[in-house]
C-alpha cells in the first residue's frame, strides 16, 4: 500500500509526499494563499481559493469515499506545496484533483503528484479516473499526455471532460 514517498524534482528538490492529516489544514489554507490567481483559476475555475472549510472533509476521508495526498516542502520550515485527491464516483470510478504551488510547477511536482494518485486508485481497483479541465490548462493536459495512461476526452463548455484508463496501462514513473 503506498502511504508516502520522497520525489526528487528535476531540479534534485526533495518533497515528502505523504497521506492528509488533520494537522495539514493550516498548511493546506497557506499553501491557497500563496498560489497566483491564475493557478486558482485553473484549478477552481475562480480567481479566489475556496474557503478552509471546504477540504475539511480531506482530512477525514474513508478509504471508500477516496484519498487525499499532500506534498510538503521539508526546507526552509515544512509547508504544502501542493496536493492531489480522488473521491469516489463509484466503487471503479472517482474523480480527482491536483493543485501545485506556483514556485514548484514545471519542476517534475505535479507529475509525481498525480502518479502517486494513480498507483494509489490502482491498488483500491479503481479503473477510472473521470476529470473535469479548464481547457486552456495546458500543465495538467502535459501530465496527462506523460503519464502512461491512455485517455479520451470531449470538449463541451471551454472545459475538457476526460476519462482517463487506469486499468489499461502499466506505466512506470520517467
Not at 524534482?9 to 490567481?37: C, E, K
Not at 481497483?125 to 486552456?136: H, Q, R
Request: aromatic share 10%; glycine share 6%; proline share 7%.
Amino acid at each position: 500500500m503506498l502511504s508516502m514517498t520522497y520525489a526528487t524534482l528535476n531540479d534534485r528538490t526533495r518533497i515528502l509526499i505523504r497521506p492528509v492529516q488533520p494537522g495539514d489544514a493550516d498548511m493546506i489554507d497557506d499553501m491557497h494563499q500563496r498560489l497566483s490567481s491564475n493557478s486558482l483559476y485553473q484549478r477552481y475555475m475562480q480567481y479566489a481559493a475556496p474557503p478552509a472549510a471546504e477540504f475539511e472533509h480531506l482530512y477525514h476521508l474513508p478509504p471508500e469515499a477516496g484519498a487525499a495526498f499532500v506534498a510538503i516542502a521539508e526546507s526552509p520550515g515544512e509547508k504544502v506545496v501542493g496536493m492531489a485527491y480522488y473521491l469516489l464516483e463509484t466503487p471503479q470510478v472517482a474523480e480527482p484533483a491536483l493543485l501545485v504551488e506556483d514556485q514548484y510547477q514545471g519542476r517534475g511536482l505535479g507529475k509525481f503528484l498525480f502518479w502517486h494518485l494513480c498507483q494509489h486508485a490502482r491498488q483500491q481497483k479503481i479503473m477510472a479516473f473521470d476529470a473535469l479541465v479548464y481547457s486552456a490548462n495546458e500543465p495538467v493536459m502535459h501530465i496527462l499526455r506523460r503519464s502512461g495512461f491512455p485517455f479520451t476526452q470531449s470538449f463541451a463548455y471551454g472545459m475538457r471532460e476526460i476519462r482517463i484508463a487506469l486499468a489499461e496501462a502499466q506505466p512506470e514513473m520517467t
